[in-house]
């Protein structure tokens, strides 16, 4: 009754650049927060960058000055433009919201079906 739905993921050569967009749907009440999470083979999810309501964002190390969030709260959508790519960035990536439903109370986290990103020459 919510959906995520991913999408820009796909094969980019180092120091490139993909953008990622994922939109939420269904039975929202509010949004507190979204975010972005990547998993790559063999590894534990880990996340990537996150952005509030009020628009403050959260970044991995990793990916701080290279990746920025972003977020359109009208549309329910948050973005990830990733920037000097590199192969170790490697992974499926998922969207995360952190949100209230209408039909719940309290907030719960959701996740899309995850978008695969490849860094390779």
């Known amino acids: 009754q919510v959906q995520l739905v991913e999408s820009g993921g796909g094969l980019v050569q180092p120091v490139g650049s993909l953008r990622l967009s994922c939109a939420a749907s269904?039975?929202?009440?509010?949004?507190?927060?979204m975010g972005w999470y990547r998993q790559a083979p063999g590894k534990q999810r880990e996340l990537v960058a996150t952005i509030a309501s009020d628009g403050s964002t959260n970044y991995t190390d990793s990916v701080e000055r290279r990746f920025a969030i972003s977020r359109d709260n009208t549309q329910n959508t948050v973005y990830l433009q990733m920037n000097t790519l590199k192969p170790e960035d490697t992974a499926v990536y998922y969207c995360n919201a952190r949100l209230r439903p209408t039909y719940l109370l309290g907030n719960y986290n959701y996740w899309g079906q995850g978008t695969q990103v490849t860094v390779s020459s």
């Open positions: 269904g039975r929202i009440c509010r949004i507190t927060s």
